[in-house]
């Protein structure tokens, strides 16, 4: 069975600061691991994807993640948040080879001026 | 954006009717899925597609059913809704590969608020 863990209902960070919203996650296999954002009243967009290589990912809008086999972590980081990203973050795992996705809770980010 | 609609974007209904929500998509993707959304619960999955007439049960499928009779369609069926029915509904397509949903992301619908009274 596959399953995430988001540890952190809500992260505030001041604008400028670097963010960080983490992830854990539990597979019997390799996992793919995806990060989305849910801005209100909308559905969920992709940020970015571990599929294989290279242990950090660059994504949209200036996100990035890490890849940590040894803690199977995939934190979401930014170096300086913004105002505008504010909004409900979501990890998803998928064993390889699964046709489902398992996403965690959610995180409330909140980036105060 | 990723051509997925919803519909209806909003209902209300009674305790006991049948209620069907539609997804429809133009990409051609081959995985369709039906997520609920609740405060403390995140997205969980309720019944995926696979392929037409190909479906599976998520991890919270009572009470639900679904139907793909072509690759654009994913019919979502409340045979007799509940209170415990009431949610924001996501519909999600992925390309997918051969043999699994492989290492493709999910494209999201708007979501379908539905209140059960």
């Known amino acids: 069975a596959q399953s995430v863990a988001q540890p952190e209902d809500q992260v505030n960070v001041a604008e400028g600061n670097p963010l960080t919203v983490k992830c854990t996650y539990s597979v019997s296999g390799n996992p793919y691991l995806f990060w989305y954002v849910q801005y209100p009243n909308r559905g969920l967009q992709f940020l970015l994807k571990?599929?294989?290589?290279?242990?950090l990912v660059k994504g949209s809008y200036g996100f990035e993640a890490e890849f940590n086999k040894s803690q199977t972590s995939f934190h979401l980081k930014k170096p300086s948040a913004l105002v505008s990203d504010s909004a409900l973050y979501f990890c998803a795992v998928r064993e390889s080879g699964a046709g489902k996705s398992t996403f965690g809770d959610g995180t409330t980010l909140t980036v105060k001026p | 954006d990723a051509g997925i609609t919803q519909s209806p974007r909003h209902k209300v209904t009674e305790t006991g009717t049948p209620v069907t929500l539609r997804c429809h998509q133009t990409?051609?993707?081959?995985?369709m899925y039906w997520y609920r959304q609740d405060p403390g619960h995140g997205l969980r999955l309720i019944h995926y597609?696979?392929?037409?007439?190909?479906?599976d049960k998520g991890e919270v499928s009572d009470g639900y059913s679904v139907s793909r009779s072509k690759t654009e369609d994913f019919l979502l069926t409340l045979e007799s809704a509940t209170s415990s029915q009431t949610s924001v509904y996501f519909c999600?397509?992925?390309?997918?590969?051969?043999?699994?949903?492989?290492?493709?992301?999910?494209?999201f619908g708007q979501g379908t608020r539905l209140t059960v009274v």
């Open positions: 571990y599929i294989t290589g290279d242990n």
């Open positions: 999600a397509i992925s390309e997918g590969t051969t043999g699994g949903s492989g290492n493709t992301e999910a494209f």
């Open positions: 597609s696979y392929g037409v007439k190909d479906t």
């Open positions: 990409e051609n993707h081959r995985y």
